[in-house]
């Protein structure tokens, strides 16, 4: 199986040599290299797949403002979906033409023990969660979407943790290990140029066995079960259908449709957002 369309959504903490907030959130010189490192990583996963025989390629910016890259440098002539507001947030423009997704610079959940700059969509909301019962972080949540379309998430890059966690949906996953996390805010990075190196050969691979890897494995109907920080933040998200207070902090939803769960998922981050002040 090859493919010819290739969907990456890009987020910025899982890139080799970030271990800072001041790397990934602008304006600052700090993240001027943040940018520039995670542009170098983009280009070596559309250069690896291209040489599989990859031909069109959408780039989604799922990092913060999502206008973290300049579009004349992306490689592959590759289209880019950038800025807010998006319906889908970092899965937005995927669909079932596609033939394969790639996660990049990818992070941890927040409830993983050893991640950098470890959290799961909002870190001034989010405690926690779980879904069919094991601890996630966006790469699982995230992967909903690509199982409602079909679409096998065949690479993922960033740390030891990321890769760990992206196993539980695609366990045949091309994972890059960029870096080792040491704590929240340290880690040992790969010289970025042996990163895009490898991070080029893991995409080149993860379009070759694209058969082998096949649509993310979740359960359905599937359950996310949410942790907030505070109280009132889950009381907050039994405002919209279907989601139901599990404890104090906690919620729980339920769907049969992949696609269907991430909408409630996203929309609750939304909420919370405006609770969280």
């Not at 960029?178 to 042996?194: G, I, Y």
Request: charged content about 20%; overall charge negative.
């Amino acid at each position: 199986m090859s493919a010819g369309r290739v969907y990456l959504s890009t987020d910025i903490e899982g890139t080799a040599g970030i271990v800072d907030w001041g790397q990934v959130l602008g304006p600052s010189q700090e993240y001027e290299v943040g940018r520039r490192l995670l542009l170098a990583e983009i280009n070596s996963a559309i250069d690896g797949a291209s040489e599989a025989g990859a031909t069109s390629f959408l780039v989604n910016d799922a990092h913060a403002t999502m206008t973290n890259l300049p579009p004349a440098a992306i490689h592959g002539e590759a289209s880019y979906l950038s800025g807010r507001y998006k319906p889908l947030y970092m899965m937005e423009g995927l669909d079932g033409s596609f033939d394969a997704a790639f996660f990049i610079a990818y992070h941890g959940s927040i409830g993983h023990e050893r991640a950098i700059l470890a959290h799961t969509y909002n870190p001034g909301a989010i405690w926690e969660v779980q879904l069919n019962g094991t601890v996630v972080g966006e790469s699982a949540l995230n992967a909903l979407v690509a199982l409602h379309h079909g679409v096998p998430v065949a690479l993922i890059t960033g740390d030891q943790a990321t890769a760990d966690e992206a196993r539980t949906f695609a366990p045949a996953i091309e994972a890059v290990v960029v870096k080792r996390s040491v704590s929240r805010f340290a880690a040992e990075s790969l010289h970025p140029r042996a990163a895009c190196e490898l991070i080029r050969a893991g995409a080149r691979s993860a379009v070759e066995r694209l058969g082998e890897i096949g649509p993310p494995q979740i359960d359905l109907p599937a359950t996310l079960d949410i942790t907030f920080l505070t109280a009132d933040m889950a009381e907050a998200a039994t405002a919209i259908r279907g989601v139901v207070r599990s404890s104090t902090r906690s919620v729980t939803v339920k769907d049969d449709e992949p696609l269907a769960l991430y909408r409630t998922f996203v929309t609750i981050v939304a909420l919370t957002r405006g609770v969280a002040g």
